[in-house]
């Protein structure tokens, strides 16, 4: 990591108001690196984040798709009279070059505004998810007049199911980092599951199931709420793209729903929480209903399970390739994290026949 220096001069590059005096980590993200930066009156007034460029590849597509989203937004907001809209959408502030983004040499870095008052959750109650589902609802109605090609593809294939599955194949034949062994039971657990688990890309392919511009990423803690658990804003944009409805849906009950953690070594501890996955969903069903199609709205909990499995798929390969891909906190992190997303996958599929019974009252 950079010095507190090396952090200074970075900031600098940056159109700031105030005067940085420090950049301190912050959250708890598997890709890039977020730094909180504090100013000369001692409040935090910016984000500074290092952007994965081995992962987002394209970085001047990825802060364009950035800055169309939230310009659009905002534009959203002022024309429904929405008060207090910097608290309500991320403010990227412009390199002093002009550009969206400063390249060190080495790293590309990017600076937004810091919401102040705001504060993200990786556990929520029924209360914050049913407000959760609101938000992405609403996130996706807000951007659904975009137009077709407005956004690059930032991963392209990113949650493309089929695609997945090759990768994982790939690595399974390569086996570079010898652990498939080690691994065999949840290969053939994951082998079992892949045809039921490609079905959007076939009904996308029959034309019965359409693309919409979708976050991608609706972990809990993508979300940011205020000082009375109302939603102020949904952050970590770097994945808004075309794709499909049930990845948002999927993977809030992927985190939301699990009484667990994500990377639990407590299998013991993962489980679906009912009551969230209602919140959420009756939420959601509020500001998204008007646009889903019959299909998509019973589909919904496959949504989970769907998302839920490509994490464990994900989490598998990364593991069988000799972690080239999420950060890891100690060696068998990954295998650790898919441990816990196949139990969650599992309870999910106990729990399917209560979750599809619960979508009857929209159909
Ligand atoms: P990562 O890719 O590391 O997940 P995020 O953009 O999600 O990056 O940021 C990590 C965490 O930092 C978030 O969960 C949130 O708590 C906090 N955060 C990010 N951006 C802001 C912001 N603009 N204002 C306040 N907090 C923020
Ligand atoms: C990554 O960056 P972060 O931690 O919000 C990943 C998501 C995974 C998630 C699993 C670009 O998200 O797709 O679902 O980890 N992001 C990317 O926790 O791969
Ligand atoms: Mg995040």
Redesign the pocket.
Known sequence: MKTKEQLLEILNQFTLSEKPVSAEP????H??D?LKVTVETGEIKY?L?RINHQIFTHVDMLQNNIHTVTTHIRKKLEEKGAEDIDRKV?TFLPAKDGKRYYFDGESYWRV????PR?K?YEEVNPEYSYEAGKAFGNFQSMLADLPEGALGETIPNFHNMEFRLQQFHDAVQANPAGRLEEVKELVEEVEQRAEQMCIQERMYREGKLRKRTNHCDTKV??I?FDENGKVLCV??LDTVMPGFVLSDIGDFIRTGANTGAEDDANLDRIGVNMEIFQAYTKGYMETAKSFLTPTEIQMLPYGGRLLTYMQTVRFLTDYINGDTYYKIHHPSHNLQRTKAQFKLLQSLEEKAPEMDAFMGQWL
Do not use: E, K, P
Request: charged share 5%.
């Open positions: 912050f959250g708890n993200g890709i890039n977020t984000i984040q991320l937004c505004l810091f919401i705001s993200s803690n993508n940011l952050i970590d």
